[in-house]
């Protein structure tokens, strides 16, 4: 990610609805793709003020109505009632009558934003029902049941909501969104890391593995992930949460969950993918020449190797977990060069 540039010179960030130096309301221009300050318009609505921009936009609903965003539609396309580029994805949005959903709904959706930005970086086709795309993309942020004074209350497993994907459409449990609920979560499951957009990463490899692979290359994808039909993915997963992850998973996979089944290998592995993305992104536009490559998957890894070592040193500074991992085995490589390619094709193929 970048950072922005308010009319006063301030730095905004990507999350930002403010400018702490001049006070100005800011927001994502979907014409000029920037975080910008907005002039208030006499008759409603308000203009970009990037100056090679300038167009009129209205607040998207949830921006206005519901400040869980920060992004702007033109004018000419909507109304004030509009959803924008992210938020038109929403399928159901957590119930805002529990104390804290409406905090939690926001942290889901800064996530989301986050999670299309690094989409249409790599030009990675997505869309809503009844646009040209053969996977409709749709999201619910849903809650196990009432939460108690504060604590989830524990629940019969039919009340349980699963985080998942199915069909084009991605859940995800707005318990995520709980700093001390996903951190006791990522304790219990041995992960190394448990994050909202993390979460967001891994649902969307399963929507590109329905997208780009299902009944279209299948066969190419088995030979690099192994077959998914055999064993079924029920039984995977119940073998999984009995006896774990072999021990040499680090060998042939790039997390311990990634060996389940090979659809959850796909995601785990497009999910680092991503990750690789969106911090030689970042790290790229703060300036770190490390980050340099050239658009090839070994010089992306080195890039990616070099910006981690630095990363962690400064987390271990300051007592955090790592950011990277030391080495990616040589077979786990392979199956990044599969997502790779397959990313660089979508793009052409759909976007020609
Ligand atoms: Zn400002
Ligand atoms: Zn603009
Ligand atoms: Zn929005
Ligand atoms: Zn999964």
């Not at 001049?22 to 975080?35: D, L, R, Y």
């Not at 009632?81 to 800064?110: F, H, K, M, Q, S």
């Not at 039919?158 to 994907?165: A, D, I, P, R, S």
Request: hydrophobic fraction near 40%; proline fraction near 3%.
């Amino acid at each position: 990610m970048q950072t922005f540039s308010c009319r006063c010179g301030n730095a905004l960030f990507f999350e930002n609805t403010h400018c702490l130096a001049c006070e100005s309301e800011v927001g994502w221009c979907p014409a000029c793709t920037n975080i910008v300050a907005l002039e208030p318009l006499t008759g409603g609505g308000y203009r970009c003020t990037n100056k090679n921009c300038g167009v009129a936009l209205m607040k998207c609903h949830n921006y206005a109505v519901e400040n869980v965003c920060n992004r702007m539609v033109v004018m000419a396309e909507g109304h004030a009632d509009t959803l924008c580029d992210c938020c038109r994805y929403n399928d159901v949005i957590p119930d805002l009558d529990i104390i804290g959903n409406r905090e939690r709904w926001a942290a889901l959706e800064a996530a989301k934003r986050r999670l299309f930005h690094t989409l249409d970086l790599l030009k990675l086709p997505h869309g809503i029902e009844g646009e040209n795309i053969r996977v409709p993309l749709s999201f619910s942020f849903m809650a196990d049941a009432l939460p108690d004074q504060g604590l989830w209350r524990s629940t019969a497993s039919q009340e349980k909501v699963y985080t998942g994907h199915a069909n084009g459409h991605i859940t995800i449990n707005v318990k995520e969104a709980d700093d001390v609920e996903r951190e006791r979560l990522r304790v219990d499951m041995n992960e190394s890391h448990r994050t909202l957009i993390g979460h967001f990463r891994h649902e969307i490899g399963h929507y590109y593995w329905d997208l780009l692979i299902k009944g279209l290359e299948e066969d190419v994808c088995r030979q690099v992930f192994g077959d998914h039909s055999c064993p079924t993915y029920a039984d995977a997963l119940e073998q999984y949460y009995q006896q774990g992850a072999p021990a040499d998973w680090p060998t042939r996979f790039i997390s311990a969950y990634a060996s389940m089944h090979p659809w959850e290998d796909f995601a785990e592995t497009f999910a680092f993918y991503l990750d690789m993305v969106a911090v030689l992104d970042t790290a790229l536009h703060m300036g770190l020449s490390r980050a340099e490559y050239d658009g090839t998957l070994n010089s992306m890894l080195l890039a990616f190797h070099q910006v981690g070592l630095a990363v962690n040193e400064l987390n271990r500074d300051m007592g955090l977990l790592d950011l990277a991992p030391g080495v990616i085995a040589p077979t786990v490589c392979d199956k990044l060069a599969y997502v790779h390619t397959l990313v660089k094709r979508a793009n052409t193929s759909f976007n020609a």
